[in-house]
């Protein structure tokens, strides 16, 4: 079955960190850009980072520049998040997208594979 698989949720107290995982199961990942996008309760869906097949992250929310991180290992098919000095209002769901195009993961405009979603707390 082809997927996307989110881990890595969890609680967290404010200013704390988690790593979200994005595995994919059925196809490499290599020559995929990855989008990892937010939703909080009551708000529109928000992208916070893209990750190019070589690796290369950029940043789509100025409330996350500095704190959210981007990586990705091909070897292990997986593309990670690392949040750092987290906030109550990261509060959300995150999920990963994938897609070929890099304008489609990114913006998260119908790309071929979404993952589940897991959900982030921050709160003390």
């Known amino acids: 079955q082809l997927q996307l698989v989110e881990s890595g949720g969890g609680l967290v107290q404010p200013g704390g960190s988690l790593r979200l995982s994005c595995a994919a199961s059925?196809?490499?990942?290599?020559?995929?850009?990855i989008g990892w996008f937010r939703q909080a309760p009551g708000k529109e869906r928000e992208g916070v980072l893209c990750?190019?097949?070589?690796?290369?992250?950029?940043n789509y929310a100025d409330s996350v520049k500095g704190r959210l991180t981007g990586s990705r290992d091909n070897a292990k098919n997986t593309v990670y998040l690392q949040m750092d000095s987290l906030k109550p209002e990261d509060t959300a769901v995150y999920y990963c997208?994938?897609?070929?195009?890099?304008?489609?993961?990114?913006?998260?405009?119908?790309?071929?594979?979404w993952g589940q979603g897991t959900q982030v707390t921050v709160s003390s």
């Open positions: 059925g196809f490499t990942l290599d020559y995929w850009t």
């Open positions: 990750i190019t097949p070589g690796g290369g992250s950029t």
């Open positions: 997208a994938a897609d070929l195009q890099f304008s489609v993961a990114c913006l998260g405009t119908n790309p071929r594979y």
